[in-house]
């Protein structure tokens, strides 16, 4: 009688096939299911028919925008009326600016309200009240320089909770200028380069959760962190080309001018997330400037090319199947 065949090397192979497929899915678990980081990063969607312009009005090039402690809305764009002020909802409450500002870039809110805008057109920093009165001015109107009482093109400012500021005077200079609250220079550091301090087009700062001040070193493609007093920290080039930076708790948001999309940035400098691409539909940018977050975490994007002002609401992570 013959023997029976051995089933046991068909039982070992069906083992090993069954271990590898456990050790795939284990190996690949985080890619398929997503790690924490990614699960708790927000969807971002575009808000439908934010914000309401008065009638008539037509947006020139928009190039910041910042929310202030009731989350009011601030837009600076380049055309008559060159502040603009909406509530939350986007209906608008009121303009001004006239009188003061000719090419608006940078535009924040301190922490006490006041509204701080770089203008480009004038060479000047100027503070105001939330209403729109001059409270400080730096520079010397329509005169580009280099000396500590004037700037070249200055494109942004960040206030600390004391009210010292920081300018970075970009477009004609490569410099960072440290300020106290009433206007007096206290020191500047950088100039043309790629090195470290160094800078090409310093765009865009702002202070982080730690204070530390974060310069968008633009066409160097970079985030350089320095401590208040200037020292190099670390350089973060996930960014992109950072035109314009927003920091909330431990994340970085990047408005990448270039690539057309805004970046955010964790703790590290590493990319966690992103939203938007090119384009001109809602959700879409060209040339997204500036950019903020206001206090429930919605996301507030200002774009040149395409003229506009974007509000995107944050709604939870789908958790993935």
């Not at 930076?245 to 400098?269: C, E, K, N, P, Q």
Request: aromatic fraction near 10%; charged fraction near 25%.
């Amino acid at each position: 009688m013959a023997a029976r065949p051995r089933r046991f090397p068909e039982r070992m192979m069906m083992r090993h096939l069954f271990l590898a497929v456990i050790g795939f899915m284990i190996a690949f678990a985080p890619a398929a299911c997503g790690d924490e980081t990614v699960a708790k990063f927000p969807d971002y969607r575009p808000v439908a028919g934010w914000p309401q312009l008065p009638p008539k009005f037509e947006l020139g090039p928009v190039s910041a925008v910042a929310t202030d402690a009731k989350d009011r809305v601030f837009v600076a764009h380049r055309g008559p009326k060159p502040v603009l002020v909406f509530d939350r909802d986007g209906k608008f409450l009121r303009s001004w600016g006239d009188d003061h500002i000719d090419t608006p870039h940078g535009l924040r809110i301190d922490p006490d309200g006041n509204v701080w805008l770089t203008d480009i057109g004038n060479h000047l920093v100027m503070k105001f009240d939330p209403e729109g009165k001059l409270l400080l001015s730096l520079g010397k109107k329509g005169e580009p320089g280099n000396k500590p009482d004037q700037f070249n093109q200055p494109t942004d400012v960040a206030v600390t909770s004391t009210g010292e500021f920081f300018v970075t005077d970009g477009y004609g200079n490569a410099r960072v200028l440290k300020f106290d609250r009433h206007g007096k220079l206290l020191k500047q550091w950088g100039k043309k380069g790629k090195g470290e301090g160094q800078f090409n087009l310093p765009h865009a700062v702002c202070l982080d959760a730690k204070g530390r001040v974060c310069v968008g070193d633009r066409e160097n493609n970079r985030v350089q962190i320095f401590d208040t007093e200037g020292k190099f920290l670390a350089q973060w080039k996930e960014s992109g080309a950072p035109y314009g930076l927003f920091s909330t708790g431990d994340r970085l948001f990047v408005a990448d001018g270039r690539a057309g999309w805004v970046r955010v940035l964790g703790a590290d400098g590493k990319s966690i997330g992103r939203l938007g691409e090119k384009g001109t539909a809602a959700g879409q940018f060209q040339m997204p400037h500036m950019l903020c977050v206001d206090s429930r975490g919605d996301v507030y994007v200002a774009e040149v090319t395409n003229k506009r002002i974007q509000k995107f609401a944050a709604h939870a992570a789908k958790s993935p199947d």
